[in-house]
């Protein structure tokens, strides 16, 4: 009987040794299964694709391109030299740059801009803007000799500028308002050969060229000093925002600027 209680015993904690082996067995393979499974590419690009796919894309702004021209040779050129991918591309291209330049990078510093349509049509001039939407000359595109898609970058980048800077409620200098749209395409290497040299120019407030080069003179004084500009024309506009940020008043700055480079006309 002592034999055979033994025996029972030596049965029971065999089995139960066997049973700890099997759920270790068990437990070891399900966890490589797991491994297996979250480390493989699948499991991690859907593991990216979720991380990116949340708030990352909030501010996300849309971009629309209508060729109103087809029916005209600019707008042919527009769709063969320039086409309706790139310009969207490079509408957002401008938009990331201007807001790093212009430093905007936080949605609160910014205009609430969710679309931005460009619309290329049988008209004069180049281009112009209002409010969200661009107007590009297809007549321009078609008669330009040169790099055209560069140029068209460069005017795009003008334009994108527009949409996104301050204009100190409507009382800057039109012609300050313009230097800074060109003072960024100036940054952003898309200026033309035909734009005035560093000094050049009659008055500050010349626009376009001449203020973009002067507000690059002025940058160097102080880094960011454009961008702190845009940021006080959010409220308004005074030639004091010189003083303010520079310590010497406008006219000032622009005799130290043509001076700098001989006075040349």
Not at 85 to 94: C, F, I, N, Q, V
Request: proline share 3%.
């Amino acid at each position: 009987m002592k034999d055979y209680s033994v025996v029972v015993a030596f049965n029971a904690a065999f089995f139960t040794i066997f049973m700890l082996l099997l759920s270790y067995s068990n437990y070891v393979e399900a966890r490589k299964s797991l491994r297996d499974q979250y480390s493989s590419p699948s499991f991690i690009a859907l593991f990216i694709n979720r991380a990116y796919s949340g708030p990352s894309h909030k501010g996300r702004v849309q971009y629309t391109v209508t060729n109103k021209a087809l029916s005209t040779s600019g707008g042919v050129a527009f769709r063969d030299k320039i086409g309706a991918e790139y310009a969207k591309r490079t509408l957002d291209s401008a938009t990331q740059f201007i807001w790093r330049v212009l430093q905007l990078n936080n949605p609160g510093d910014r205009k609430n801009v969710q679309k931005v349509s460009l619309y290329v049509d049988d008209m004069d001039g180049v281009a112009y803007t209002s409010n969200d939407e661009i107007h590009l000359s297809g007549r321009y595109v078609g008669n330009y000799k040169g790099d055209v898609k560069r140029e068209i970058s460069g005017v795009l980048y003008h334009e994108m500028v527009h949409v996104w800077q301050w204009n100190g409620n409507g009382g800057a200098p039109g012609g300050l308002i313009e230097g800074i749209a060109d003072y960024v395409r100036l940054k952003a290497n898309y200026a033309p050969s035909h734009w005035v040299k560093p000094g050049q120019g009659q008055k500050w407030d010349q626009g376009y060229d001449v203020t973009a080069r002067f507000l690059d003179y002025c940058n160097t004084l102080k880094g960011g000093f454009v961008a702190q500009l845009n940021k006080l024309l959010r409220t308004g506009y005074t030639d004091q925002y010189f003083v303010q940020l520079l310590g010497k008043p406008v006219d000032q700055l622009w005799r130290d600027y043509k001076a700098k480079y001989g006075n040349i006309a």
